[in-house]
């Protein structure tokens, strides 16, 4: 898991002052090698669904420690992902019903946090709303903005 988290950061950091060719091209990349077949993949993408996953694999993320760091750095990377703002970034996530399901469970869990004192947990807590800001500030789109605030 800490190669994980490590690529997660590095992804992380390429998206940092929201270059627009740059944030184009982790949605789809072009190659024009004609004697080389490349697949495009959608990198934004991929780390929601990877997110989404982690739940799906664990169930409680919350309380495993060694998850939530790495649950703690994709939200960080997918709120990079929007920043600037990246328009077509924030629609894509925006529209994502796993991903919002997914962070409405989380915010749903009651922490309390007087007895929840674990730093990552209130880091991913607080990497969820950071997120949801992300998505709807700057975003044109009334559309995504009423899907994610429902």
Do not use: W
């Amino acid at each position: 898991m800490e190669i994980t988290k490590k690529l997660i950061i590095l992804i992380q950091l390429f998206c940092e002052d929201c270059y627009d060719k740059f944030q184009n091209f982790l949605r789809h990349q072009e190659f024009t090698h004609a004697s080389t077949t490349f697949v495009s993949l959608n990198i934004v993408n991929e780390i929601s669904n990877f997110l989404v996953s982690l739940q799906l694999i664990d169930g409680d993320i919350y309380y495993n420690e060694g998850m939530l760091p790495i649950v703690k750095y994709a939200l960080a990377t997918l709120t990079d992902f929007c920043l600037g703002p990246c328009q077509k970034n924030q629609v894509l996530l925006g529209n994502q019903r796993h991903l919002i399901s997914f962070i409405n469970n989380l915010i749903d869990r009651k922490i309390e946090f007087g007895k929840d004192q674990n730093e990552n947990l209130i880091d991913v807590f607080s990497n969820l709303i950071k997120l949801i800001l992300a998505i709807i500030n700057g975003n044109t789109h009334a559309e995504t903005k009423e899907f994610v605030l429902n």
